[in-house]
T-cell receptor, first 114, second 115 residues
């Protein structure tokens, strides 16, 4: 079955530690995205990538980093510079062709930093 | 950047009744794509319905339909015969036809279905 996997579902870290969230897709999509979701704020774009070895900052990139070494994978690192990292993180992918193509989402990772 | 506004943070509907969720957006483009996503308590985002801006006909998917008013930049979602399983957060999203790959989301509407 094609889809997007995110692991783990729940992640706990101590303040000051970097943590990497995994996102893998087997949909053969060129574009991948990371969103942060907080109550009452909808989905906010952190980073997105349209092609391997290239990515762009979204609206709230500070304190986060990404890599795109393979088409299937787009890991997100939450660094210690991120002031308020506790949130729900969603990974998504889509085709880059013009057309009525939606984003597909993974199940999300809930990160708690204490 | 395009903005998407959902002015109803919370809505409720009686089971079997009809409810309409509103969405407006701001754009200078003439061609674009619009989507409604559902996020149930599991938090998995699920596509509900989609619409191309150049198509006049409103999209319909079973009990879900949209009222797309291009001039008013409005894209409301109507849920007919509401079921308990419809209870979720609903997000409206915009995708540009020209820049293509960035999606813009509203802040969501939390729908409660009352038995």
């Amino acid at each position: 079955d094609g889809g997007i996997t995110q692991s783990p579902k729940y992640l706990f870290r101590k303040e000051g530690q970097n943590v990497t969230l995994s996102c893998e897709q087997n949909l053969n999509h060129d574009a991948m995205y990371w969103y942060r979701q907080d109550p009452g704020q909808g989905l906010r774009l952190i980073y997105y990538s349209q092609i391997v070895n290239d990515f762009q900052k979204g609206d709230i990139a500070e304190g986060y980093s990404v890599s795109r070494e393979k088409k299937e994978s787009f890991p997100l690192t939450v660094t210690s510079a991120q002031k308020n990292p506790t949130a729900f993180y969603l990974c998504a992918s889509s085709l880059t062709n013009r057309g009525l193509y939606e984003q597909y989402f993974g199940p999300g990772t809930r990160l708690t930093v204490t | 950047a395009q903005t998407v506004t959902q002015s109803q943070p919370e809505m409720s509907v009686q089971e079997a009744e009809t409810v309409t969720l509103s969405c407006t957006y701001d754009t200078s483009e003439s061609d674009y794509y619009l989507f409604w996503y559902k996020q149930p308590p599991s938090r998995q985002m699920i596509l509900v319905i989609r619409q191309e801006a150049y198509k006049q006909q409103n999209a319909t998917e079973n009990r879900f339909s949209v009222n797309f008013q291009k001039a008013a930049k409005s894209f409301s979602l109507k849920i007919s015969d509401s079921q308990l399983g419809d209870a979720a957060m609903y997000f409206c999203a915009y995708r540009s036809h020209t820049t293509g790959n960035q999606f813009y989301f509203g802040t969501g509407t939390s729908l409660t279905v009352i038995p």
